[in-house]
């Protein structure tokens, strides 16, 4: 097979296989596979694009679903790897027809139509409003699943505007094969929501943020920390820790904004692992389960042993992943969003 275009050489190019990535990725620590470290998927990549490696490769569609897309490795990188952007190429190029399975092709289509986002919310979020702040962003599966994260955070931001006819921001489809979908979904939203949007999902502000500009998207710690609110300390004083966002942290650099909000109201107690995946991952705890709690496992050894009140969270898929876990280890602690803590 010839050489093929698949992806930016000079992204390729940027790795310099000095294994730098390798502490830094779950799925590496997990199995100590090198085809299952970011070194070793670029090296899949890499194959592919020099056409000794066909499409339906076992491995290399195997690793493309393994992976996280976490985004672990970039800060760590010194070359500037853009691995997001490779994976996100591969996935796009892989991931076509029956290589989705059935639950990943639901999700891709339940969220495609500004209609269909629009339902799954049934007016249990934030109420519509007009504003002079920002635009507060309602999210997808969040208005079903955890309609009180967009409620609080307009309680936080009173000067917010909501409104209902907002769809999908498309992070859950570029980040599953649907690379312009998911810029055209992002553009849209950027149509409907004018002037500065405000997300509660760190995934989607990263993604939001890398097609309308930084400049126009927030996520909610980076806001509130321009943007002080006015908050009371709780009594008695709460020991909470944090879960970070992957891509607000390794995308986007923000992480320090949610410890400063949260030790006004409460004593931060800072997990080993808080900047490590939670094995949520956007749609990896519904498309790849096991693996999921496996990477699970041992942060909430991490929170038992710290006996915290709650686990703060700045993304619903976060949150969702760590109530269903302690739920089923029967811990006391709680999982709740930072909107809801400071609120």
């Known amino acids: 097979m010839s050489e093929r275009s698949i992806f930016e050489p000079e992204l390729l190019d940027r790795c310099i296989s000095c294994g730098f990535c390798l502490p830094a990725c779950p799925t590496y620590g997990l199995t100590g596979v090198e085809a299952s470290s970011p070194r070793g998927r670029i090296n899949l990549m890499r194959a592919l694009q020099e056409g000794t490696l066909p499409d339906d490769d076992p491995t290399a569609l195997e690793e493309s679903s393994f992976c996280l897309g976490c985004r672990a490795c970039e800060p760590v990188c010194p070359a500037g790897v853009r691995y997001g952007e490779l994976l996100e190429t591969w996935r796009d190029h892989s991931w076509k027809g029956r290589r989705r399975s059935p639950m990943l092709r639901l999700l891709l289509w339940s969220t495609a139509q500004t209609w269909r986002v629009r339902l799954m919310g049934l007016r249990r979020h934030a109420r519509r409003r ?35 006819h907002q769809g999908c921001c498309g992070a859950l489809h570029a980040h599953n094969g649907e690379r312009e979908r ?72 923000i992480w320090r904004e949610a410890r400063t909000l949260l030790a006004e109201v409460a004593e931060v107690v800072e997990l080993p692992s808080a900047s490590a995946c939670c094995g949520a991952a956007g749609t990896y705890a519904l498309l790849r389960p096991r693996d999921s709690r496996r990477i699970l496992d041992a942060k909430l050894d991490e929170i038992r042993a710290a006996d915290v009140d709650y686990v703060v969270t700045l993304n619903p898929g976060c949150l969702r992943q ?7 280890r029967r811990l006391r602690t709680r999982a709740i969003h930072l909107a809801e803590v400071l609120s």
Request: charged share 15%; glycine share 14%; net charge positive.
């Open 130 to 164: 007009l504003g002079t702040g920002p635009s507060l962003m309602l999210g997808c599966f969040e208005r079903a699943l955890f309609p009180s994260v967009s409620r609080a955070a307009a309680a936080l931001v009173p000067g917010a505007s909501i409104s209902s």
């Open 322 to 328: 760590l109530q269903s876990g302690l739920r089923r």
């Open 182 to 253: 998911g810029r055209r979904l992002a553009v849209q939203l950027g149509y409907d929501l004018p002037g500065t949007i405000l997300t509660t999902s760190g995934g989607c502000a990263a993604h939001l943020g890398s097609v309308l500009g930084g400049d126009r998207v927030f996520e909610l710690s980076e806001w509130l920390g321009e943007h002080p609110p006015a908050v009371t300390p709780s009594r008695p004083r709460l020991r909470v820790a944090v879960q970070d966002s992957c891509h607000l942290r390794n995308g986007m650099g």
